[in-house]
């Protein structure tokens, strides 16, 4: 079946340093996937999106690439801050703006 | 800044009870819908609103589930009987437009416990 997934349970990584996640998508026919944050207790929160048309998509520290030979995406966050500390969800946004999430990583940023 | 409202923040319910939790969609969006994150899991599509009836359901939204806009700024989700495997967070969400241009703005969510 369909299925957006993930790589990368935990990632543990230093104050300044760069993080990156990794998403994997099963559906050729993807056309628009997003990077969700979600923060204890909290909903999903928009971070960036990315269209199949495209390669990469930076936003203000965070950056989307898009291998779609692989079926493969991934977030690049620059400089991580404290408060990056989240779960991250890939996701492919489908018609009638149906979301299929992946399984989520968990980012820990040590100071 | 301009949000999604849920209510309750968590409630606790005997298997075979009826639960509706409400959600304050943003007020210029037109499209809704209801997520939902078991414990450790992914977020699952549950269902889908638009024009005052359902665009889309999932295999989950079963005739348990219900889905109502009774006035112009509540969306609720009704469970009708709940099971113990319903416990989870349940996510509302809404958006302007669709598509590209539609992004999903989530509340923070209902926590829901079955006992």
């Known amino acids: 079946g369909e299925s957006v997934g993930l790589h990368l349970p935990t990632l543990s990584v230093q104050e300044g340093d760069n993080s990156i996640i990794n998403c994997a998508y099963s559906n050729s026919a993807s056309d628009y996937f997003i990077w969700y944050k979600q923060e204890s207790g909290k909903g999903p929160q928009f971070i960036i999106d990315?269209?199949?048309?495209?390669d990469k998509r930076q936003g203000q520290r965070v950056t989307v690439l898009l291998n779609k030979t692989v079926k493969h995406l991934s977030l690049q966050i620059a400089a991580t801050q404290p408060g990056d500390s989240a779960v991250y969800f890939c996701?492919?946004?489908?018609?009638?703006?149906?979301?299929?999430f992946g399984g989520g990583t968990r980012v820990l940023v040590k100071p | 800044e301009p949000e999604v409202t849920q209510t309750p923040s968590h409630q606790v319910t005997q298997m075979g009870q009826e639960v509706i939790l409400r959600c304050v969609p943003i007020?210029?969006?037109?499209?809704f819908y209801w997520y939902r994150q078991i414990l450790g899991q992914k977020v699952e599509f549950l269902v889908s609103?638009?024009?005052?009836?359902?665009?889309?359901k999932s295999e989950i939204f079963d005739d348990q589930f219900s889905v109502e806009r009774p006035d112009g700024s509540n969306f609720t989700l009704k469970i009708r009987s709940t099971k113990l495997e319903d416990s989870a967070m349940y996510f509302c969400?809404?958006?302007?437009?669709?598509?590209?241009?539609?992004?999903?703005?989530f509340g923070e969510g209902s926590r829901l416990t079955v006992l």
């Open positions: 990315i269209r199949s048309n495209m």
């Open positions: 609103f638009y024009n005052n009836e359902i665009s889309e």
């Open positions: 996701a492919d946004q489908a018609a009638g703006n149906k979301l299929t």
């Open positions: 007020s210029n969006h037109l499209y």
């Open positions: 969400a809404s958006s302007e437009d669709q598509g590209y241009t539609g992004e999903l703005f």
